[in-house]
């Protein structure tokens, strides 16, 4: 199936500092679905993406598709320690396939 | 929201010997569901479509002897290691989707130990 490329691999910031990844494919996506991993738990569906250049905001969460839709992005403002975790971005119509994730953690 | 439940938590058996992972969907009926394998701090590895009443699909490079696939009902799939080995230790997560958003549940994930 298709790949995406997830990017970076970790990321620490300090409480407060703002915090992205991003996906990337080579080739088109029909969706791109945005999944949050807490240490010890499983994946938690945040936001589904479908239609080009799209934008969705949940709280200090902001999830973007791109244009060609073969990257998105979501970007973390100020963020707390709750924010703690690996962020997957997964996409297929039919079966998910999820890039490498981006594990987030934060000095308090 | 919709309910994946996932049993045993974890399990720790023999090498040799086959172990048993059971996804249930609680309140929604769910045609397919999906098998995951993650390794310690990596992804989340897509193993296999299971599809009630049908064969499971298994992605490649997964040995679909290994790891069985039993999709009797439209609320239970169920994952059979099968002469397990300690190369198997891992953590085995199912899914659903529920009809509608494409949102997939995920179970609360299998530790599986072989010693």
């Known amino acids: 199936g298709q790949q995406v490329m997830q990017i970076p691999q970790y990321q620490h910031v300090q409480e407060g500092e703002d915090f992205t990844t991003y996906c990337n494919s080579s080739t088109t996506l029909s969706n791109i679905q945005w999944y949050k991993q807490r240490p010890g738990g499983h994946p938690v569906f945040l936001i589904q993406?479908?239609?080009?250049?799209e934008v969705k905001k949940q709280k200090r969460l902001t999830f973007q598709f791109g244009e060609a839709k073969k990257n998105s992005s979501l970007h973390i403002t100020a963020t707390q320690t709750t924010d703690v975790g690996t962020y997957f971005c997964g996409q297929g119509a039919q079966k998910l396939v999820f890039g490498q994730g981006t594990r987030l953690t934060i000095n308090p | 929201g919709a309910v994946v439940s996932q049993h045993p938590s974890r399990v720790i058996c023999k090498s040799g010997t086959s172990v048993k992972i059971e996804c249930r969907s609680l309140d929604f009926q769910a045609t397919t569901m999906f098998w995951y394998r993650q390794f310690p701090k990596k992804s989340l590895m897509l193993m296999a479509t299971s599809n009630e009443g049908s064969k499971a699909t298994y992605e490649q490079g997964v040995e679909k002897d290994k790891f069985l696939i039993n999709h009797a009902s439209l609320t239970l799939s169920t994952l059979t290691v099968t002469s397990a080995h300690p190369e198997d230790s891992s953590f085995y997560i199912c899914s659903a989707r529920a009809s509608g958003t494409g949102e997939l549940f995920f179970g609360e994930g299998s530790r599986l130990t072989v010693l």
């Open positions: 993406l479908v239609k080009s250049g």
